[in-house]
């Protein structure tokens, strides 16, 4: 098939996560391969003491849903996850009362705060073996106890799978999608033991923030598209506008707008249009063209909140002090990790 047509996207997200953007890839003509980076390991332990003493189970990621259902048949405790994927799961897997923040780390706080008050109980937070951002330390500083229970490790893939290294080394890819700093480290690293690090100026690198980007190499890549917010829709864009479908008034790195207009509404009807219909959209192009340059940002969309989007599950700082840990054996983070 021409391949200037039948393009294919490699993905360095969790197999688990993969799917629903594997066929939004193939609704675009685009082959989607799967690499995932990491590997999650789920841990048995008795959480009942603890969910019994809380008002409302925290959620910042989909291994932390898949994780508790793993050991708790509990489903009509209130959940809040930190975005619309985590709690589109939990739904899934049956809890009665889901609230999503839609967002990050931060906007999970401020939901938290308006809808529930300190005096009601503890919150159960639900992590993987490595915690990023401060979470349980901005729900403290509002008066709310913060519990933290491990349920699940998030382990890095030690080699490139062989059929991802034949389709980088064949020149068979033409998309690398990249969720999270920790990935893009990892990825970068798999490579160049592959050697397989000058086949990579071949191909455009797909990235859910500019945190990600920061992360790969301007002079190894041909080009690295950045999504304008950290969602599903706003990284399919990026997309789009590789493929030569982009939007009007799109922004790039430099801040410069084709557009003065407010064009926002549009761009989201016209999504979720092609979403609907399963069909890629060619926009009307801008009056001036948008300044080229090497890395772009394209807005829109839903949040992908699993490890990437959640401030909590992407790059890892030390926990609050003011978080208790009930897991009986707790384990410092280290820099560059990720749940």
């Not at 009307?284 to 829109?300: D, F, N, W, Y």
Request: hydrophobic residues 35%; contains cysteine; aromatic residues 4%.
């Amino acid at each position: 098939m021409n391949r200037e047509i039948r393009r294919s996207a490699l993905i360095t997200r969790p197999r688990d996560d993969s799917g629903v953007l594997a066929e939004s890839l193939e609704r675009r003509g685009i082959i989607p391969v799967l690499a995932p980076m990491m590997l999650a390991e789920f841990f048995e332990e008795d959480i009942e003491g603890d969910l019994n003493a809380s008002q409302a189970v925290l959620f910042t990621s989909r291994n932390g849903v898949r994780s508790f259902s793993r050991v708790s048949a509990r489903r009509n405790i209130p959940v809040f996850a930190v975005g619309d994927s985590t709690s589109d799961l939990a739904k899934d897997i049956g809890f009665e009362v889901v609230e999503s923040a839609s967002g990050n780390s931060t906007d999970l706080v401020k939901l938290v705060t308006e809808k529930l008050s300190p005096g009601r109980g503890q919150l159960l937070h639900i992590t993987g073996r490595t915690v990023a951002g401060d979470l349980s330390g901005s729900l403290s500083a509002g008066g709310f106890k913060v519990v933290r229970r491990t349920l699940y490790e998030a382990k890095p893939v030690s080699v490139l799978s062989e059929k991802a290294s034949a389709a980088i080394k064949n020149q068979e890819i033409d998309y690398v999608l990249f969720f999270s700093p920790r990935t893009a480290v990892l990825f970068t690293k798999l490579v160049a033991e592959a050697g397989l690090t000058s086949n990579c100026r071949n191909l455009e690198a797909i990235c859910l923030s500019e945190a990600v980007a920061a992360e790969l190499s301007p002079n190894e890549w041909k080009v690295r598209r950045i999504a304008y917010e950290p969602t599903t829709d706003s990284l399919l864009c990026s997309i789009d506008d590789a493929l030569g479908n982009g939007y009007p008034g799109s922004k790039t790195m430099s801040g410069i707008e084709s557009d003065s207009l407010d064009l926002t509404p549009l761009r989201r009807a016209i999504e979720r249009a092609k979403v609907g219909a399963g069909k890629s959209v060619q926009s009307v192009p801008p009056s001036q063209p948008a300044p080229k340059v090497e890395t772009k940002r394209i807005p829109l969309g839903n949040p992908v909140d699993p490890e990437p989007s959640s401030g909590d599950d992407d790059i890892p700082k030390s926990e609050s002090l003011m978080t208790v840990q009930s897991n009986e054996k707790q384990e410092q983070s280290s820099p560059g990790q990720e749940t």
